[in-house]
C-alpha cells in the first residue's frame, strides 16, 4: 500500500506523493528554503492550510529557519553537516517523538495539524506541533442550563475539554489515556479517569469495548454511545452524556469513566444509573432541603409524563365509578357532541404537540419559541372550539407535555414520550389492568438491564441503604461520607465537618 512506503531522499519527490495521496488539493501548502550557507540544500516544509495555527508556524518554524539559513554555514572542507539535527536542535516545535519516516506517519501529522520539516539527503523528517485553526470558544451551556451554578460548558476540541477537567481536579491521579477510532476520519477520543478511586474492571471494560470499535468515522460521540452500550433495543439510555464540566467532574469523583470524543462538546459517562438522569448538577449547590424538595418534584413529574393520558384514557372508557359524580358529570357535558374516543383524542393531540415541538426546535431561534408557544394556544383553542377534543384532554396534554420538560435529561425525556404511547394503546385495550401491565413490564426491564457491569436500578434494585443518602434524599455534604458502593473502588471520601459557631 501506498501508505506505507518509506520517504523518499529526494525533496521534491516528497512534494509529488503528498500531493498525490491528497488529490492535489489546493490547501496542502509546501515551501521550501534554500540554504545556501549550507551548499544550496533544500529543506522543505509542508502542513494543512486551516489546521495549523499560522503564526505559530511562522514564528516557530519559518522565521527561525530563516535565521539559520543565514547563521549556519560551515567552513570551506569542513564535513557534510547534518542538516536534520541541527533543525531539531534549533527549531522549538519539534518535541521528543517527532521523526516521521513513513507516508502513512507524514499524512497522520499533517491531518494533526502539525507541520513536517523535510530535507534533500534524508529520508525522513520532523513534525512540529502547530496545531491551531478556528475554534469555538467556552460558552454557557444550552442543554443543561442552571440558575447557580458554573457557566462554562464543553467545546469540539478535546483539548480544550481536558484543561475544563483538569482545572477543576488538579490531581496526577487523573489519568487520561488517549485513542483513535474511524479508519477515515482518525477521530481522537480520549479515557478519562481518577486513579484509585474508579473500579478498574469499569476501566477494563471500557478500553476492550473502544477497542472492539471498527468504523469508517466517528462524527459524534452518539456514535461512540451506540457501539458501547449494553443494551441495544431499550428506550433507556444506559451511557451518560453531559456538555457540563462539573457535571463529568462530579462524576469522575465518584468513581465513573468520562469518555472524550473530539467534535463534540457532549462528553459522555459510565457506568450510568436510572437515578442519575433525574439529577441536577444545581442539586449540590443549593440547601440539601431545597434539593430534596425539587427532585421529589422531578419524580412526580415522571409519573406524570408516564402515566397521565393513560390514566386519563382507562378511567374516561373504562372505569368511569372510580371519578366523583360532580367531575364525572362535567367531564361527561364536556364530551358530548365529540365525534372520536378518547384514545383517538388523546393521540391527536399528543401527535400535535410532539410536531409542534420538533417545529420549535427545527426552526430558527428567533421565530421557533413564538412558533410552538403561539401554535399550541392556536391549535388547542381551535380544536376545543370546532369540538373536535375535550377542554380536559387538552389540560391532561399540556400537563403531560410540562412535566417532561421538568425532566433535566434530554434522553431520558425522549424515553417517556416513547412509552407514553405505549401505555396509552394498553389503556385504551385493557383499561386499567392494561396500564398496571405495561408499568409492571417497564420496572422488569429496568431491573434486568446493567450499565458496564453495574445494575441500572442500583442503588434501588439491589436495596442499598447507605447509598440512598444521595438518591431521592440529598444529605448535606458533611453527610455524603462515601462513594457509591457498585461504582467506586475506594468508597471513603475525605469531609471536613460543618463548622460551629462560636460560643
Known amino acids: ?4 512506503e518509506q520517504l523518499h531522499s529526494a525533496l521534491q519527490d516528497n512534494f509529488a506523493t503528498i500531493r498525490d495521496a491528497f488529490g492535489n488539493s489546493p490547501d496542502i501548502v509546501t515551501s521550501v528554503i534554500q540554504f545556501t550557507a549550507w551548499n544550496g540544500e533544500n529543506v522543505g516544509v509542508v502542513y494543512m492550510e486551516g489546521l495549523v495555527d499560522a503564526k505559530t508556524v511562522h514564528d516557530m518554524i519559518m522565521e527561525p529557519l530563516l535565521l539559520a539559513n543565514k547563521s549556519s554555514g560551515r567552513k570551506a ?32 501529522a499533517i491531518l494533526d495539524g502539525k507541520t513536517v520539516i523535510l530535507a534533500d539527503g534524508f529520508s525522513y523528517g520532523w513534525s512540529a506541533h502547530t496545531t491551531g485553526g478556528k475554534e469555538r470558544s467556552v460558552e454557557e451551556p444550552t442543554t443543561q442550563s442552571v440558575v447557580r451554578g458554573p457557566r462554562d460548558a464543553f467545546t469540539e476540541s478535546i483539548n480544550t475539554n481536558l484543561s475544563l477537567l483538569r482545572k477543576r481536579i488538579r490531581s496526577p491521579k487523573l489519568w487520561y489515556e488517549p485513542l483513535t477510532i474511524g479508519e477515515l476520519t482518525q477521530t481522537k477520543v480520549g479515557i478519562v479517569f481518577i486513579h484509585g478511586v474508579v473500579n478498574d474492571k469499569v476501566v477494563a471494560e471500557v478500553r476492550q469495548r473502544l477497542a472492539r470499535i471498527d468504523i469508517d468515522g466517528i462524527l459524534e460521540s452518539s456514535y461512540i454511545e451506540e457501539l458501547i452500550q449494553d443494551e441495544t433495543f431499550t428506550p433507556f439510555p444506559t451511557i451518560y452524556s453531559s456538555e457540563r464540566p462539573d457535571v463529568i467532574a462530579g462524576g469522575l469523583l465518584e468513581g465513573r469513566v468520562a469518555i472524550l470524543v473530539d467534535g463534540t462538546p457532549f462528553v459522555l459517562m459510565a457506568p450510568a444509573l436510572f437515578v442519575q438522569f433525574y439529577q441536577s448538577a444545581e442539586d449540590y449547590y443549593q440547601r440539601p432541603e431545597f434539593a430534596t424538595l425539587i427532585r421529589i418534584l422531578r419524580c412526580i413529574c415522571f409519573f406524570i409524563s408516564l402515566l397521565a393520558p393513560s390514566l386519563y384514557i382507562a378511567i374516561t372508557t373504562f372505569h368511569q365509578e372510580l371519578l366523583p359524580s360532580g367531575l364525572l358529570f362535567s367531564l361527561a357535558a364536556q364530551r358530548e357532541g365529540i365525534p372520536f374516543p378518547a384514545y383517538v383524542e388523546a393521540l391527536m393531540m399528543e401527535v400535535t404537540f410532539e410536531i409542534l415541538r420538533e417545529a420549535g426546535v427545527r426552526l430558527p431561534k428567533t421565530v421557533g419559541q413564538a412558533v410552538s408557544i403561539v401554535g399550541a394556544l392556536v391549535i388547542g383553542q381551535a380544536a376545543v372550539e370546532a369540538g373536535l377534543v375535550s377542554p380536559a384532554m387538552v389540560i391532561v396534554v399540556a400537563i403531560t407535555a410540562i412535566s417532561n420538560f421538568v425532566i433535566p435529561s434530554f434522553n431520558m425525556g425522549i424515553s417517556i414520550r416513547i412509552l407514553r404511547f405505549l401505555l396509552m394503546i394498553f389503556g385504551a385495550t385493557f383499561g386499567l389492568f392494561g396500564v398496571f401491565v405495561g408499568v409492571v413490564a417497564i420496572v422488569q426491564h429496568l431491573c434486568s438491564m446493567r450499565s458496564f457491569g453495574v445494575p441500572y436500578m442500583a442503588p434501588m434494585s439491589p436495596l442499598i441503604p447507605q447509598d440512598q443518602k444521595d438518591v431521592i434524599l440529598r444529605l448535606p455534604q458533611w453527610g455524603l461520607l462515601t462513594r457509591p458502593r457498585l461504582i467506586s473502588r475506594n468508597r471513603v471520601r475525605k469531609h471536613a465537618k460543618p463548622t460551629q459557631k462560636p460560643k
Do not use: C, F, K
Not at 1 to 4: D, I, L, N
Not at 78 to 102: F, H, K, Q, T, W
Open 1 to 4: 500500500m501506498a501508505e506505507q
Open 77 to 108: 572542507g569542513a564535513p557534510r553537516p547534518d542538516i536534520m539535527a541541527y533543525l531539531r536542535s534549533n527549531l522549538p516545535g519539534i518535541g521528543e517523538d517527532a521523526a516521521v519516516r513513513r507516508l502513512q506517519e507524514l499524512i497522520a
